[in-house]
Antibody
């Protein structure tokens, strides 16, 4: 059973950047597609992008593609997302989620990381 | 843009059946997945690929998908089923994951 542990809560000022990590145990990240999602307070789920570590493929959602970087470090079995030029609307909980290569469903989820953007 | 429409809320009495819809033109041609999210928790996959249920999910949860509507059915509803539910598909035209607007299930 794959378990995902994300880094802790962050507070950032507008215009700065934040990096959130997601460490996997019980499985290797090269067996999965790793997605990052955001959930603004009281809102639904918004997909930010994905990385497929075994192929080195990265896709970004249009709403984020100018400001987001998603990657994976096979040596530490860890995925990450970095979001730049932060604004107050970026406040929310950021989740990593893993899909098996055989399905587009998100089978495993991290616990979420709260990012607060405030001056 | 790709929009998956869900009813904002569904109310159901204990032991009754809740049905949550996810609508989009020709959604029946897609694989639809469903997630349950309780307050303060990460989402949990409850139905994948239209009707498959992960091993840890009770048989009371089932899914179907045809035409323009996918449906998550919760039978013999319990108080612990009170949560937000989201549908999701993979849009192969844009290589993007797309989520539904979400439905809050209230157990009366």
């Amino acid at each position: 059973q794959v378990q995902l542990v994300q880094s802790g809560a962050e507070v950032r000022k507008p215009g700065s950047s934040v990096k959130v990590s997601c460490k996997a145990s019980g499985g290797t990240i090269t067996s999965y597609t790793i997605s990052w999602l955001r959930q603004a307070p009281g809102q639904g789920l918004e997909w930010m992008g994905r990385v497929i570590p075994i192929f080195g493929i990265v896709d970004y959602a249009q709403n984020f593609q100018d400001r987001v970087t998603i990657g994976a470090d096979k040596s530490t079995n860890t995925a990450y997302v970095e979001l730049s030029s932060l604004r107050s609307e970026d406040t929310g909980i950021y989740y990593c989620a893993f899909s098996r290569q055989s399905s587009s469903s998100l089978s495993y989820w991290g616990q979420g990381t709260l990012v607060t953007v405030s001056s | 843009s790709y929009v998956l429409t869900q009813p904002p809320s569904v109310s159901v009495a204990p032991e009754k059946t809740a049905r949550i819809t996810c609508e989009r033109n020709n959604i029946g041609s897609k694989s639809v997945h469903w997630y349950q999210q309780k307050p303060g928790q990460a989402p949990v996959l409850v139905v994948s690929d239209n009707s498959d249920r992960p091993s840890q999910i009770p048989e009371r949860f089932s899914g179907s998908n045809s035409g323009n509507t996918a449906t998550l059915t919760i039978s013999r509803v319990e108080a612990g089923d009170e949560a937000d539910y989201f549908c999701q598909v993979w849009d192969s035209d844009t290589d993007h994951y797309v989520f539904g607007t979400g439905t809050k299930v209230t157990v009366l």
